[in-house]
């Protein structure tokens, strides 16, 4: 390491390629499992890369390096722990839940547009106008204004009422 630190690109490219073995092995020690191990070579040789300039040459280089793995296994076995707690394995995952082509996710579908429609046939007429303008038409406000000779400030009032009793009302009938 002195020798890179120094310059020599070659004792660089060697270091590198000798201190892999010693990282797999402190890898393996802290627990990271066989398909990560690569990982935590990885991120301890872009560790190294960036902190280099910082190792002792009056100091252990295994010793260095090994802190360094040490540190980067334990970051690969927190983000793992932390994705497998949020991820699921099921394996009858696919045979519980309906495709999205399957014939009852599509009449379930059309059940909840036909109760959507009859929910917003019973807002009140300028509720209805907003949610009709801006969410069903897709309307700027300023189209929307436009058309119905309304204020922008009006019409944001009106969808934002609509929305919370649509909400309430279809929330109500699940």
């Known amino acids: 390491m002195a020798a890179a630190q120094a310059g020599d690109q070659r004792a660089y490219a ?28 990885q991120e301890t040789l872009m560790t190294v890369h960036r902190v280099r300039h910082t190792y002792d040459p ?20 927190r983000s793992h722990g932390r994705r497998d707690r949020r991820e699921v394995h099921d394996e009858f995952a696919f045979d519980t839940h309906a495709d999205r082509d399957d014939a009852s996710a599509g009449t379930e579908r059309d059940q909840d547009a036909r109760r959507l429609r009859k929910a917003i046939e019973t807002l009140p007429p300028g509720q209805r106008e907003a949610v009709e303008q801006l969410g ?9 204004a436009e058309l119905t000779g309304r204020k922008t400030g ?13 909400r309430d009302r279809l929330s109500g009938e699940s």
């Open 14 to 41: 060697r270091l590198l390629t000798d201190s892999v073995a010693l990282i797999r092995a402190v890898a393996r020690r802290q627990g990271v499992a066989v398909d990560a191990l690569d990982d935590v070579v």
């Open 58 to 77: 009056s100091r252990s280089y295994d010793a260095w390096l090994s802190a360094i793995a040490s540190r980067r296994a334990i970051d690969i076995l």
């Open 136 to 144: 069903l038409k897709e309307r700027s406000l300023a189209e929307a």
């Open 154 to 166: 009006a019409l944001k009032v009106n969808l934002h009422r609509a929305l919370k009793t649509l």
